[in-house]
């Protein structure tokens, strides 16, 4: 069983910048692919940004530019840097980690990201 564990999340005001912090309690993080998924009230859980364990990125159109996924291995934690935020970005953000051999899916318990003046 891993524990993701989010830190990062608060209010900002349209134009501002957060940054997610995410600590995987494994000694195997290197073999997960880590993202962030965003759940907005209303609106199904949607994929923000990936990052494979050789640094590969992959982000969704709506963030492309703004947001930026790293991890740091000998840390176990992956991060989301975002900057330009937008009222639309307001949502509880989850972490995820899925296994690349076994396929083992597991979430953080969210944080929540709100930009309003």
């Known amino acids: 069983q891993v524990q993701l564990v989010e830190s990062g999340g608060g209010l900002v005001q349209p134009g501002g910048s957060l940054r997610l912090s995410c600590e995987a309690s494994?000694?195997?993080?290197?073999?997960?692919?880590m993202g962030w998924y965003r759940q907005a009230p209303g609106k199904e859980r949607e994929l923000v940004a990936r990052?494979?364990?050789?640094?590969?990125?992959s982000y969704a159109d709506s963030v492309k530019g703004r947001f930026t996924i790293s991890r740091d291995h000998a840390k176990h934690t992956v991060y989301l840097q975002m900057n330009s935020l937008k009222p639309d970005d307001t949502a509880v953000y989850h972490c995820?980690?899925?296994?690349?051999?076994?396929?083992?899916?597991?979430w953080g318990q969210g944080t929540q990201v709100t930009v309003s003046s």
């Open positions: 990052i494979t364990p050789g640094y590969s990125t």
């Open positions: 494994t000694s195997s993080f290197s073999w997960y692919v």
């Open positions: 995820n980690a899925h296994h690349m051999m076994n396929r083992d899916d597991y």
